[in-house]
């Protein structure tokens, strides 16, 4: 070795030291031709390895693989049959790759063996599994919202997933045998927590499986009479995915069967609001303000955005400020957000007529969102649904040629995002109507009509018998999405 300087000394290595540093040179990407040995060393140390490994030998290794796959590299895994299923199991999601030490994982909780499993290993699975879910998932407290904690509601949302589906598909096929399997209450209260997430964050399709499983689970358990208040924080979060979805009478025989159970959150008043019975739905806020926990903040403070909302709607605007700012003197420690404020304020804009004013509030949720991480979320793309009709309902005072353009590059990021978070497709239809709308006024005819008839198809589909041909419009297209994206 000769020194880079004459000030350079060199040292001997020690043992250890030279090992090391042989090794790290080994493995360093940088050395040339370095992947094609790679390959040919692995081919050869499974050649010896099925050379050297007796037939009892190389199935115990099979099994310490399935047992402990964390700690088998892919090299070491035996060769037989597992390139051809290595894809597959990928792509369903039951095993992951570290990039780093290229080692195999597979998820305790989802293996697909669990819907082979005995009878009693089965059920002692799944609840075992549903124990340490329930446990680990945020808990709905109060009808406190779960935004506090959503880090931690999506660190897990994708085991409750994995949970619901491999419990449905176990329910299918045990029933197919004849044989019982009982889901246990945690796992109904389990399912009511993950669903009531799904409802903040507006994810109506997973929302909806959720809440088909849940419902299963619930008549399986006999929980309805033996936990009332479980049952009715079910029907909430179903009720609320039908509104989600636009079926407002399925939403209210649901939402009236949690309040004859409880009487404290009464989402009876913001289906009123979807229903446009803005007397009707005061009346329930009303009441929800006298009977509301004034020790929960958060819950006091959606009250008075919720009657705000109602003063809009009756078009008696100053009530409804007076209401949004005593809602936020009630946001501690923030800033204002765009759920909590900046979004209610926009709405009661634009029914006055003031796009500027709407604009300005919007613009400020949107940063909101931003600086928060949501800025791939369901609340931005209402955001940008309400930004871009702005931009439209500007063009048709001003003719400004380029907001048509700013109009369609809005509804398309929100749509985007909307199929994304697989939002309701309602709420898609309207955006997609409004697309339409603004591509129309751009030269964009024939994508014009793309889109409107697939956002005609989503409405012929809910108003059923009631469906005019010719009856679209923005405010037809308002009537099909829930209150708290209107």
Known sequence: ????????????????????????????????????????????????????????????????????????????????????????????????????????????????????????TLQQTLQDASQLLFHAFPKQVFGRSFRPQFPKCRTFIQHVYFLRDHTAAALNHQRSLGVSLRPSKDFCRLMCN??????????????????????????????????????????????????????????????????????????????????????????YHLICKETVNYEVKANVRMNWNNLGRCYTGLGCYSEAMGAFEKAKGLILNKQPGFRNHYYWIGNMQMAQGNLEGAKAAYTK??????????IVSADMAVCMYKLGLIALRNHYGSRDKELPGQA??????????????????????????????????NGGNSEAAMWLERAEGVRKQMQGPEYVAEGHGEIVYDSLVESWVR
């Open 194 to 283: 993950a669903a009531y997430y799904l409802v903040e964050t507006g994810a109506a399709k997973e929302l909806a499986r959720m809440v088909d499983v849940t419902r299963t689970a619930f008549h399986a358990t006999g929980l309805i009479t033996e936990e009332p208040l479980s049952y009715a924080h079910f029907c909430n979060s179903a009720g609320l995915e039908r509104e989600m979805s636009g079926d407002f009478s399925s939403a209210k025989e649901l939402l009236e069967r949690a309040k004859d159970i409880r009487f404290r959150e009464l989402p009876l008043g913001n289906l009123n609001l979807s229903s446009g019975k803005y007397p009707e739905a005061l009346k």
């Open 365 to 374: 949720g949107w940063e909101c969102l931003k600086d928060t991480g949501e």
């Open 1 to 120: 070795m000769h020194p880079a300087s004459a000030n350079l000394a060199v040292q001997p290595f020690t043992t250890d030291q030279g090992a090391a540093f042989l090794f790290r040179l080994l493995n360093a990407q940088t050395i040339s031709g370095q992947s094609a040995r790679r390959v040919q060393h692995g081919t050869h140390a499974r050649r010896v390895q099925r050379w050297t490994l007796s037939s009892s030998a190389a199935t115990l290794l099979g099994v310490l693989s399935l047992l402990a796959p964390d700690n088998i590299p892919d090299a070491d895994a035996p060769c037989c049959r597992v390139s051809d299923i290595m894809e597959e199991l990928l792509s369903l999601g039951l095993i992951h790759r570290d990039a780093a030490t290229n080692n195999l994982s597979i998820h305790r909780l989802v293996q697909s063996e669990f819907r082979y499993s005995s009878r009693n």
């Open 408 to 441: 369609i590059d809005y509804f398309r990021k929100a749509i985007s995002m909307m199929e994304f978070w697989k939002v309701a497709d309602c709420e898609v239809a309207r955006a997609s109507y409004m697309l339409s709308m603004a591509l129309s006024h």
